[in-house]
């Protein structure tokens, strides 16, 4: 399993942005399909937006033109960039390391979770 820890997290208002970090310093990036994903209280942990080793993305329809995840191999880094926030937006976000597109149970390597609140 990969150690993955997440960053960025934080309180906006609707209609703000945050971008959220994922680092690993075990693992080279390219090795990994990575994604990020989401947890309110009371509701499963849903796919938010996944990036393939060759660097295609995809997202979730909730967040489609709002959010991007990208990925720096050489600083061993995957981001979430969202903006246009919107309350119910508002979970802890987890990024995750050697699954498959956006379901959650086939990544093996889940890091800590970072806070997000849109109010």
């Known amino acids: 399993h990969v150690q993955l820890v997440e960053s960025g997290g934080g309180s906006v208002q609707a209609g703000g942005s945050l971008r959220l970090s994922c680092v690993t310093s075990e693992y080279p990036y390219d090795t990994y399909c990575m994604g990020w994903f989401r947890q309110a209280p009371g509701k499963e942990r849903e796919g938010v937006a996944h990036?393939?080793?060759?660097?295609?993305?995809s997202v979730a329809d909730s967040v489609k033109g709002r959010f991007t995840i990208s990925k720096d191999n050489a600083k061993n880094t995957m981001y979430l960039q969202m903006n246009s926030l919107k309350p119910e937006d508002t979970a802890m976000y987890y990024c995750?390391?050697?699954?498959?597109?956006?379901?959650?149970?086939?990544?093996?390597?889940w890091g800590q979770g970072t806070q997000v609140t849109v109010s």
């Open positions: 995750a390391a050697g699954g498959s597109g956006l379901t959650p149970r086939t990544y093996n390597s």
């Open positions: 990036i393939q080793r060759n660097g295609r993305t």
